[in-house]
């Protein structure tokens, strides 16, 4: 049970996901899954929905960060055309694993998170889009979907009321890309998943062109709590700006990998130290990625950096997914950047030249400045060609190329030149 | 002169009534039935392994799409292959956390082991090992996904009696 008292409340998403059973109906139930759902379709306005959403602080936790009530306001109404409602699933960012144990452990949480969120939004047809190699965790959600049907939950007239909603599991199949909403759409139109450019946002023309809400899997799993206790309950949890719990995926040098929910501004060092079980080697991280690969990486200075938006931002990073990679002293952070570049160039969509072109460079210098045939002018063009693609494509993928490249230039600049070929020789 | 390709030479596939069925329940799904391509890719994959030309021209004929939308398809996804692959399909994760916790020194072990390169089949049609991103497991590193069934927190121990108790079961299927 999540209690009434923000100051008590240890874990909103993860706080029935290690109960034995808990992805069946029945134990669900049990344990209290839909409960306040029939007050929320009986008693509730869409307008009162939103209102407590957006009173709550909640942000899209898939690595924006973009205010959740703020997005679901934008949603037209009485365009003539029906609303969409997409569930992002498709959990690809490096170091980002969160999602994965709600839908594999509490698939009805998200099932009800979605339910209220179609709701509020007018939405007949509902999509998980879920990444192709979670199969085990597609197979989980729709066992779950379909005893939600079966109990009158999802389809028509849900527990009888005049709210009807369909819920389907639509598989990706490898796609990093995809990911990004626009391409998630894309991908989910049955074309390869190449991000929109923008305007217009989804919430005016998304799916096919209708009016289409995409969230994140933990963000929509947060809104039953939120409706339950208020938006004022949620917004008390956490620190100013950043309101709530988080799922932190920790991976990388630490003993205890794996997730962890915390309030938001839990300094790195405690969620480290007390919850993973500290770094394999060493006081202090050689480095940290604090919210997935694509994020700036923070040095061993940010150690004590309170784990939310605004305090994550000044120190010159972003929260991201709240995927935590850390890197004790043994890490070798050029062979980890180039590995990096590989995947970006990898998973470039192609549609921009910065990004296509930009992405196969780097990985091409990295891989010769691990071999030791750089030289110094080399490293200009890691500089140069990093800041030339950021900020100038479709979608993000090419910042988040540049990013560990310009981290690595940044914060180790002596290592980088101990690979240069002039000081190896 | 345009690029065609010729399917008038291949030989014909098709879906069995059961599996048709299965796809019209997918296409209802959805405002269009172009959306149902990549789960109808996912099932005819399943079902023929893997997606030469004349199963994509059955899905494109299935879906009433045009090939060439078929195609463009399944070579953007890296999850759809137009080449078939040994009966254990190896893909280990050498992304950051699986990397930092010894990915590569495991995919290297294997590859030694089965006395192939990434990306190979060995002789017997057993096993293919490939490098794949980042799995979205990354608190069980290093991430090893056997014919999709994700192994965590994988040693080289482990895949030796992988190996080992897959080629036992081989023999074992022809004697």
Same mark, same amino acid.
């Given at each position: ?155 028509? +007239? ?6 009807? @909603? +369909? ?96 309030? @938001? ?161 | ?8 030479? @291949? ?39 893997? &997606? ?14 045009? &090939? ?30 699986? @990397? &930092? ?75």
């Amino acid at each position: 049970m999540i209690p009434s008292d923000p100051s008590k409340v240890t874990a909103i998403c993860f706080d029935r996901i290690h109960l034995p059973g808990q992805a069946t109906l029945e134990v669900a139930r049990k344990n209290g899954a839909y409960s306040y759902l029939p007050t929320v379709l009986n008693e509730m306005n869409r307008e009162q929905i939103i209102e407590q959403v957006k009173i709550s602080g909640l942000r899209g936790r898939g690595g924006a960060g973009f205010p959740t009530g703020l997005k679901w306001s934008f949603v037209p109404r009485n365009t003539g055309k029906p609303t969409y409602l997409l569930c992002n699933a498709d959990e690809g960012e490096p170091g980002t694993f969160k999602d994965r144990d709600i839908m594999r452990f509490d698939p009805h949480l998200l099932i009800e998170g979605m339910i209220m969120a179609g709701f509020a939004l007018g939405v007949h047809d509902a999509y998980i889009y879920i990444r192709g190699e979670f199969l085990h965790e597609a197979n989980v959600m729709n066992a779950a979907i379909k005893e939600a049907y079966a109990a009158n939950l999802l389809g028509e +007239h849900i527990l009888g009321t005049d709210f009807s @909603m +369909h819920l389907t599991v639509h598989r990706g199949a490898g796609a990093y890309v995809c990911g990004e909403e626009t391409a998630l759409i894309e991908s989910l139109e049955g074309r390869p998943g190449r991000p929109r450019f923008k305007p217009p946002f989804p919430a005016v023309e998304g799916f096919y062109r209708c009016p289409t809400v995409v969230n994140n899997v933990e963000t929509l799993a947060t809104i039953p709590a939120i409706l339950e206790h208020g938006g004022q309950w949620h917004k008390q949890i956490g620190v100013p700006n950043s309101a709530g719990m988080k799922i932190f995926s920790v991976s990388g040098h630490v003993n205890k990998p794996g997730n962890y929910e915390v309030p @938001m501004g839990m300094p790195l060092r405690v969620l480290v130290e007390e919850y993973c079980g500290g770094l394999q080697h060493g006081d202090v991280p050689k480095a940290v990625i604090p919210g997935g690969s694509s994020t700036p990486w923070l040095g061993p200075e940010h150690y004590d950096v309170p784990l939310a938006y605004d305090e994550i931002h000044k120190a010159g990073s972003m929260l991201g997914s709240g995927a935590v990679i850390i890197m004790d002293e043994t890490a070798d952070v050029v062979a980890l950047t180039r590995r990096l570049s590989h995947f970006y160039a990898h998973e470039s969509c192609g549609q921009c030249t910065p990004c296509r072109e930009g992405t196969g460079w780097l990985e091409r210098v990295m891989l010769r400045l691990e071999a030791g045939g750089c030289n110094a002018r080399d490293i200009e063009v890691l500089q140069d060609a990093s800041e030339h693609m950021a900020g100038r494509t479709i979608c993000a993928l090419a910042d988040g190329a540049a990013a560990p490249i310009l981290s690595l230039l940044r914060m180790f600049p002596d290592e980088v030149n101990s690979y240069l070929a002039e000081n190896k020789a | 002169m345009s690029m065609q390709v010729d399917t008038t030479q @291949m030989e014909k596939v098709s879906f069995n009534a059961e599996q048709l069925e299965e796809i019209r329940e997918l296409v209802a799904r959805y405002p269009h039935p172009r959306s149902a391509l990549l789960p109808v890719l996912h099932l005819a994959q399943q079902h023929f392994g893997y &997606l030469p030309m004349n199963v994509q021209q059955l899905v494109a004929d299935t879906l009433d799409v045009n &090939l060439m939308q078929v195609r463009e398809v399944v070579t953007f996804y890296t999850m759809f292959r137009e080449q078939p692959t040994g009966k254990y399909l190896l893909e280990v994760c050498t992304n950051a956390g699986c @990397m &930092l916790n010894g990915a590569c020194e495991l995919l290297e072990h294997m590859c030694r082991t089965l006395g192939i390169r990434v990306g190979e089949t060995t002789p017997d049609g057993l096993f293919t090992v490939t490098e794949v991103e980042c799995a979205g497991a990354c608190g069980g590193a290093p991430v090893v996904q056997v014919n999709n069934v994700y192994h965590e927190k994988v040693t080289a121990e482990h895949m030796d009696q992988l190996i080992a108790d897959a080629r036992a079961q081989e023999d074992g299927g022809v004697a």
